[in-house]
């Protein structure tokens, strides 16, 4: 997830032959470093959920250390957040364990 420097927004992924986080308000760009991030929907029960896919994308991804993996109780995971309910609910947190690959979700 990145914050938009000059209007404060949080941006989007474009993704084409130059992915780039890109503000939606101000149309400020900022060009993606590190690797590729590659999401795609499933659809489970009716309701869409965003797959962060493993691979050379977890290199943009941001690190926390203030989780336990449920799995295999590592304490360094990936983390991004994406509004899995209605608008007026607070954002779904995912978290993808950096030593086995589990991923988990805790809602706010």
Do not use: N
Not at 22 to 44: F, N, S
Not at 67 to 75: F, L, Y
């Amino acid at each position: 997830m990145e914050i938009c420097p000059k209007c404060g927004k949080i941006m989007t992924l474009r993704k084409s032959s130059k992915p780039a986080w890109v503000c939606t308000r101000c149309g400020y760009e900022k060009p993606l470093q590190g690797g590729i991030v590659y999401t795609k929907v499933r659809k489970r029960g009716g309701v869409a959920v965003t797959v962060i896919e493993r691979g050379e994308e977890e290199k943009v991804l941001p690190v926390t250390t203030d989780v336990v993996c449920p799995k295999c109780g590592a304490r360094e995971a990936y983390y991004w957040s994406i509004q899995t309910r209605s608008a007026d609910e607070p954002m779904t947190q995912f978290f993808r364990c950096k030593k086995c690959g589990h991923t988990w979700r805790e809602y706010a």
